[in-house]
């Protein structure tokens, strides 16, 4: 026998073809290596498939009842590792099949009455990516909590705020992360929306036109959750539209690529502000690495590496947007690329966020009970940093209208009085009252208070401003949003 043929050969369209597949065909259009994770809820589609099958007549219950142990002792095989995945039967679908034929015979070859694998594989997609995006809500829960809790307990530390990475105003440290639990919402938010749209059974739609045997699809759908808040089912309308676009594994992966995008501005910040130059931060050890070389260094590498993973994420939303860009109606083979992208987004953010939750917010000590290993900060660098770069000279210009000036003029005073501060080296808090009541008459004694750090921060209470008081009451409101999520 020629390599490239296969004695074991069992497949479905085998019966029209002279020629067994080419060996180097057969693994190119092999999936199994990565589509096997999709296991489980191939399983549960076909039992939901069947036990419709069923109901309606066109299955006989014996039959059901085979396809149900069938499925019973696969689960068992997988579980225990004794399952073996043959690549030479392509992929997660006909490598169950086959597995369920060889062990119930007839009903396992009935299964797939009024079914393709093009519907089959779209539905699984589609489970897998609701059951996985309900995990990353959790984990951003996760994540969003640990910010909070660090924020609370710092709300009256002051931290330059940059804007061109340029020394602008003090800010609060917990408004500075609380703006990061904000973005975790919106991302929060967003992956709901997908989870909504991604909840649309295809089964039904077959290869691309539907089927000429009665199926209930509202049945299918309802077994498998596929349902509306009120509980209606929720199909997908048109059977080519069904089985052929992956918009739901596109979106979720832009939804991704943004959450990631917000991780890495915030590791961005780590790594600027664990350096000597900021000392803001301190990261516990185990999320740090050495140098083989230098033995004083410790590495933000989790930061960096969150950083580098998102252009991975962003890359595979190119590669999905990519793939779908020429693809005529209905299914097409191109489709099978779709998974890989779409599992190491999955992976890749879940990863992310779980590290990220403990290294920010730290782990309870079993022994002691309390929280260790979180972020640690260094607020007396954070308040220096914040002294220097005439942060508070917004303040004095406020100041000044608050006295009577137009905005523009007082602008215009403070940006003399920094000019003559850095030429002389000095800082206008230290300025004696004459020499700041050189710049305006109106200056008096509590201009001190207007320009501390303390003043600046406790000044800007608008809401969502950085004023502790404000700040306390966005940390209520989140902390209440989280509990009823992670309850
Ligand atoms: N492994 C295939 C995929 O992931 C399953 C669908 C194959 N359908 C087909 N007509 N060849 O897309």
């Not at 693994?27 to 589609?45: G, N």
């Not at 997660?92 to 099949?97: A, G, I, K």
């Not at 006295?403 to 808090?429: Q, S, W, Y």
């Not at 000044?459 to 209440?480: C, D, F, I, K």
């Amino acid at each position: 026998m020629p390599s490239n043929q296969f004695d074991h050969k069992q497949q479905a369209w085998s019966a029209l073809f002279s020629e067994p597949m080419h060996e180097c065909v057969q693994r190119y259009t092999a999936s199994v290596s990565f589509d096997q994770r999709l296991w489980k809820v191939d399983i549960a589609a076909s039992l939901a498939h069947a036990e419709m099958l069923c109901h309606q007549g066109i299955l006989c219950p014996q039959d059901y009842a085979d396809i149900c142990r069938g499925m019973e002792t696969i689960t068992q095989e997988i579980e225990s590792g004794s399952f073996v995945w043959k690549w030479e039967l392509e992929d997660v679908h006909l490598n169950l099949e086959a597995r369920l034929t060889a062990l119930v015979g007839d009903a396992g070859k009935r299964l797939h009455t009024g079914r393709s694998r093009n519907d089959q594989v779209a539905t699984d997609v589609r489970l897998w990516l609701r059951a996985e995006i309900d995990k990353l809500i959790l984990a951003l829960a996760a994540l969003q909590r640990a910010l909070v809790e660090v924020a609370a307990e710092h709300v009256d530390v002051i931290l330059p705020g940059f804007t061109h990475l340029q020394v602008a105003q003090p800010v609060s440290f917990a408004h500075h992360l609380l703006a990061y639990v904000e973005m975790f919402d919106r991302d929060t938010q967003r992956l709901r929306e997908v989870r909504r749209r991604t909840n649309h059974l295809p089964l039904g739609a077959a290869a691309l036109a539907g089927t000429s045997y009665p199926l209930d699809r509202e049945r299918v759908a309802c077994t498998l959750g596929m349902v509306d808040e009120q509980g209606c089912p929720q199909l997908c309308q048109n059977s080519i539209d069904a089985v052929s676009d992956r918009d739901f594994a596109i979106e979720f992966t832009a939804s991704a690529s943004l959450c990631m995008v917000h991780l890495s501005r915030f590791s961005e910040e780590l790594v600027l502000w664990t350096s000597q130059q900021f000392g803001f931060v301190r990261i516990a050890d185990r999320f740090t690495t050495g140098s083989s070389i230098m033995p004083q260094k410790k590495n933000p590498d989790v930061a960096e590496l969150a950083r580098g993973k998102t252009g991975r994420v962003v890359g595979h939303l190119m590669g999905l947007l990519m793939l779908m860009k020429g693809q005529p109606l209905a299914y097409n083979k191109d489709n099978q690329e779709d998974k890989e992208p779409l599992f190491d987004t999955v992976d890749t953010l879940w990863n992310t966020l779980r590290i990220f939750a403990e290294m920010i917010g730290g782990q309870i000590d079993p022994q002691t009970g309390h929280k260790e290993g979180g972020l640690q900060l260094c607020s007396a660098a954070m308040a220096s940093a914040a002294r220097v770069g005439f942060s508070t000279a917004t303040d004095l210009a406020d100041y000044l209208v608050r006295k009577g000036l137009p905005f523009r003029d007082a602008h215009e005073i403070v940006a003399r009085a920094v000019r003559e501060a850095i030429a002389t080296n000095t800082d206008l808090c230290e300025w004696p009252l004459e020499r700041l009541q050189s710049l305006h008459p109106h200056i008096q004694e509590d201009v001190y208070t207007a320009i501390s750090l303390r003043g600046a921060l406790e000044s800007r209470h608008t809401v969502g401003g950085t004023a502790p008081n404000r700040v306390r009451e966005q940390l209520a409101r989140h902390a209440q949003r989280l509990a009823c999520l992670l309850k």
